[in-house]
């Protein structure tokens, strides 16, 4: 069964204040590691999707890497704007999205 | 292009009650899923089609039914809302081997 975690659940950064978001995943063959932004009643909104360990993107101040087990979702000198739910998901079973629970971040002025 | 369309964006249901969540896309995507999402549990698949015609069950698909008459619409019916079936609703619609575009969700609550 695939699994995807992400920790940490929570996370409060000062404006600034460089960090790391994790996404740890168990799959029968990766076909993609997608991330996501969420805002407070919004739907999902795309950022990146990666395919292969060792893979890169960037949008921004936010940089996604991805490794055979893990993928972390790095944020430099975060801006208030910044402050949402971050999740990652990888291809089901099912033709559908598993998702990790996902890690609220806020960014503190 | 609006990207996915969902409606309504709120509603209220007595127990017992039926209803259908609209859902359309102007993409032209083969795939079009249902999610529900849940504090403390995520986003989890209802339903999925990845064509007209065919649909599928996902992980958490009892009480729900769904429909692909068109590329373009996939409508969820709650057939007889419980309380238990009060969370947001997301449709999605993806092109093959992509990422997938959500709508702004629906959120329900049943009485």
């Known amino acids: 069964e695939d699994q995807v975690t992400q920790s940490p659940e929570a996370l409060r950064l000062q404006e600034g204040e460089s960090s790391s978001l994790n996404c740890s995943y168990t799959?029968?063959?990766?076909?993609?590691l997608f991330w996501y932004r969420q805002d407070p009643g919004k739907g999902p909104e795309f950022l990146f999707t990666?395919?292969?360990a060792g893979e890169e993107k960037e949008k921004e101040r936010l940089k996604a890497t991805l490794t055979k087990k893990e993928s972390f979702l790095h944020i430099t000198a975060p801006k208030p704007e910044d402050s949402a739910t971050y999740l990652c998901a990888v291809p089901g079973g099912a033709d559908g999205l598993t998702f990790g629970k996902g890690t609220h971040l806020i960014i503190q002025p | 292009n609006a990207g996915v369309t969902q409606t309504p964006k709120f509603q209220v249901l007595k127990t017992g009650q039926s209803m259908t969540l609209q859902c359309a896309q102007d993409?032209?995507?083969?795939?079009m899923s249902w999610y529900r999402q849940d504090p403390g549990m995520g986003l989890r698949l209802i339903h999925y089609?990845?064509?007209?015609?065919?649909?599928d069950q996902g992980e958490v698909p009892n009480g729900y039914n769904v429909s692909r008459s068109t590329t373009e619409d996939f409508p969820l019916r709650l057939l007889s809302a419980a309380p238990s079936q009060t969370s947001v609703y997301f449709c999605?619609?993806?092109?093959?081997?992509?990422?997938?575009?959500f709508g702004q969700g629906t959120r329900l609550t049943v009485v």
């Open positions: 993409m032209n995507h083969e795939y």
């Open positions: 799959v029968s063959g990766l076909r993609g």
């Open positions: 089609s990845v064509g007209a015609g065919i649909t």
């Open positions: 999605a619609s993806r092109p093959q081997g992509a990422e997938a575009f």
């Open positions: 990666l395919y292969s």
